[in-house]
């Protein structure tokens, strides 16, 4: 008896034949149609799975470096499909590399699994609506990514165990994106060393890919100072002590003279993370959080040098000392021409989901809420390829650390629609979409596309070889790639712990259980959509 496979793979190699295709590219060109379709339709079969993993890591709603639930839900699911799990990578916790298969090509699928801080916020409700007042949430999305690789992961194993393709399929979690801090680390240490092609996931709002350097976008070096002086009484005899918080103030007003004579390309700002014990002790120690952002490496360097001076003088001024430590780093994104050409194909080939008009509702609600000068909803028409900028025409923005994979491995980015137009971001409004039939639709939409490549890279080994050729003598023929770590920078796993030691067990409350409940809609007893139903006072 012919099976269905087969029998569809015949019938589309009949059609390419008449179309002018020789025999042999017919037959290799429709069985990969025919393992996209399967890879397609195995995605909608996990749609469930894709659902309850969504949802529970948004309920875990857990900071950068400390995303323990989240991994160990995350690598405890893997393992039961029968990857193997390596915990701990490049001296971070929460970090973790898991593979399934053998040989070459070797496939990574990342994206970030680390939430914002006070972001908490009931998904499904049009405002703010927090579930613990303060509490950290999932402000960016980042809940749905990983979910998103493990789906596609797993409807690729499907027919790689079936049809025994070779290759490894290797997933791994961007820890403490939000504080650039993790991907430099993975890449000193090796962890991609025999990768061959990355495929990054970040949501988004639509279903789209580029290629060259981001626009608009950053890099940046995260760098932290501290300074020292003396105590003393504050009223007693002030003049005995030497404030260390003067030299951060001072500091901080000598950068913001600068601003206006640095790039417009440029980003900067800090925030105080040590102010000194209380008024009326001179302070000893005090220390600000500097993110130094520019669209090159050689502008990044430079923006690091000036805020060296800067902490030089402040402490020239107050008698005090200084140091510094890399809290975090980010490289200048650049894409991959080939693999994003041939991952824009597959988008085009599954296109945006299908938004009810509950799901409709709620994007315009929240849009109107946040007084958005436009109201149309959720994105009901794909995006075109986008190519590279020139760097005069790039004006500065976000930073993701992926921008370090790329700059060592042929890399994409997969934007998928799991989120609502014109948020602000960073914000409690970016987290009411991201456990709702959107977020599980956006997830559903982008593992097919990334399943999908994952498949052309695996039968197609000509895309690989191509991928490396764009990246050997196209991107990295002049530029190369100057890390801003060195082999002694420790990464900051030290972020967020107090944050976290404070509001997790208030938020363990709040976990999803879907043995009990069918949603985390349902368990939260939200209706959706909830909107304003009167106007805001």
């Known amino acids: 008896m012919t099976s269905p496979g087969r029998t569809v793979i015949t019938v ?46 948004f309920s875990f ?12 839900y995350l690598t405890g699911l893997l393992e039961q499909y029968g990857f193997k799990v390596q915990r701990g990578v490049a001296g971070i916790p929460t ?5 399934w298969g053998s040989g070459k090509p070797v496939i990574a699928m990342g994206s970030d699994i680390d939430g914002i801080p006070q972001a908490s916020q009931k998904p499904g409700v049009a405002f703010r609506d927090p579930i613990i007042e303060g509490a950290p949430g999932h402000g960016e999305g980042h809940n749905t990514g990983m979910p998103l690789n493990v789906v596609a992961a797993l409807a690729v194993k499907r027919i790689m165990e079936r049809d025994k393709l070779p290759g490894t399929l290797m997933l791994w979690p961007g820890v403490a994106e939000e504080q650039l801090a993790s991907k430099a680390w993975y890449i000193r240490d090796g962890v991609f060393k025999d990768v061959d092609v990355t495929l990054f996931a970040h949501v988004s709002d639509n ?9 608009p976008g950053t890099g940046l070096v995260s760098v932290e100072y501290t300074f020292e002086g003396e105590t003393a009484h504050s009223a007693g005899a002030p003049w005995r002590g030497r404030s260390a918080l003067d030299a951060v103030e001072l500091m901080n007003t000598g950068w ?6 640095l790039r417009l390309s440029q980003r900067s700002h800090y925030v105080v993370t040590d102010g000194g014990d209380q008024p009326n002790v001179v302070p000893r120690r005090a220390s600000v959080w500097y993110f130094f952002r520019e669209t090159d490496q050689p502008h990044i360097q430079e923006m690091w040098d000036i805020g060296n001076k800067m902490a030089e003088g402040a402490a020239l001024m107050t008698s005090t000392t200084w140091t510094s430590r890399v809290l975090g780093t980010a490289y200048p994104q650049h894409m991959n021409k080939v693999v994003a050409e041939t991952m824009y194909e597959n988008i085009t080939r599954v296109g945006l989901p299908e938004w009810s008009s509950a799901d409709q509702t709620l994007a315009k609600a929240l849009q109107k809420e946040l007084g958005n000068a436009t109201v149309d909803g959720l994105a009901t028409k794909l995006e075109e390829l986008k190519g590279p900028v020139k760097p005069e025409d790039n004006i500065g923005g976000g930073s993701d650390d992926v921008g370090d994979i790329s700059w060592n491995v042929p890399t994409v980015t997969l934007r998928y629609p799991s989120n609502i137009p014109g948020l602000p971001g960073h914000n409690w409004s970016s987290a009411i979409a991201s456990a709702t039939p959107i977020a599980h639709k956006g997830v559903v939409a982008g ?18 070889t191509q991928a490396w050729d764009y990246f050997r003598n196209v991107q990295t023929k002049e530029r190369k790639y100057i890390p801003f770590i060195t082999k002694d920078t420790p990464p900051a796993t030290h972020l967020n712990a107090n944050i976290l030691a404070q509001y997790r067990e208030q938020m363990k409350k709040y976990y999803y259980d879907p043995a009990k409940y069918s949603t985390y809609l349902e368990q939260l007893g939200i209706t959706y959509p909830t909107i304003r139903t009167s106007p805001q006072r």
């Open 12 to 57: 589309i190699a009949v059609v390419l034949l008449v179309l002018g295709a020789s025999p042999a590219f017919a037959q290799a060109d429709a069985k990969l149609a025919a393992y996209k379709a399967d890879a397609a339709k195995g995605v909608d079969e996990m749609a469930k799975l894709a659902q309850e993993m969504v949802d529970t890591v």
């Open 61 to 72: 709603g857990e900071l950068g470096f400390q995303e323990v639930e989240t991994s160990k």
């Open 95 to 99: 970090a973790w590399v898991a593979t």
């Open 207 to 215: 279903l789209r890919v580029s290629w060259g350097d981001a626009s």
């Open 256 to 261: 913001n003279y600068r601003r206006e004579h």
């Open 447 to 464: 593992a097919k596309v990334q399943a999908m490549t994952v498949l052309d890279l695996l039968t197609r080994p000509e895309l690989v």
